[in-house]
């Protein structure tokens, strides 16, 4: 079965420092990987993926992952962190024959203080 | 020109109530999708259907029954709400097979649905 994991419910960063978000993710086959964002009392707004090819993808807002095979991670990363950066963040993973869905991990909570 | 939109964005109604949430993309997309986000922010998908094809249904209680006239829209009726109904519901649309081919998923806003 699949399965997405972030491991740290809150992220605290003082603006201007880098951020890391982490993700994990177990699936059979090749993994689709996405990062989402969403703001409060907000939609999800899409950030990145990573279908095939380089393993460093550059998304919307600065925000950039690596997608890293063997260690089956796919860490979201920004180099300087702006206090509008605050949110929450969802990762998650989609492979063949899974009928389109995405299964979604439980969510990290970026807070970026000035 | 928003790209997938939703409404009611708030509803608030009683228990054993019949509700129904609309939703409309106009990305031309082929798929649409139903997401449940509960209160620990958890999302986890109940339907999705391909031109008009229900495609996945996620053991939800049949209570819920969604409703494509169209592959532009995919509506979502509630019978007989109970309070553990209350959550935010997000509609969603991407190209052809979603997610498994790589295509990326677009949410609407989202709509609140208590239950009292």
């Known amino acids: 079965a699949q399965s997405v994991a972030q491991p740290e419910d809150q992220v605290n960063v003082a603006e201007g420092n880098p951020l890391t978000v982490k993700c994990t993710y177990s699936v059979s086959g090749n993994p689709y990987l996405f990062w989402y964002v969403q703001y409060p009392n907000r939609g999800l707004q899409f950030l990145l993926k990573y279908i095939t090819g380089d393993n460093l993808v550059k998304g919307s807002y600065g925000f950039e992952a690596e997608f890293n095979k063997s260690q089956t991670s796919f860490h979201l990363k920004k180099p300087s962190a702006l206090v509008s950066d605050s949110a929450l963040y969802f990762c998650?993973?989609?492979?063949?024959?899974?009928?389109?869905?995405?299964?979604f991990g439980q969510g990290t909570e970026l807070s970026v203080k000035p | 020109d928003t790209a997938v939109s939703q409404t009611p964005k708030y509803l608030v109604t009683q228990m054993g109530n019949d509700k129904s949430i609309k939703c409309e993309q106009n990305l031309g997309h082929d798929t649409m999708y139903w997401y449940k986000q509960d209160s620990k922010k958890f999302l986890k998908i109940m339907f999705s259907y391909n031109n008009k094809e229900l495609i996945i249904n996620e053991t939800v209680p049949n209570r819920f029954s969604p409703k494509s006239p169209d592959k532009a829209h995919l509506n979502l009726h509630i019978n007989s709400l109970e309070l553990g109904d209350s959550a935010v519901y997000f509609c969603a649309s991407s190209q052809d097979h979603g997610a498994s081919s790589g295509n990326t998923i677009y949410f609407g806003e989202g709509s609140w649905l208590t239950v009292v």
């Open positions: 998650a993973v989609s492979s063949l024959n899974q009928g389109g869905k995405l299964i």
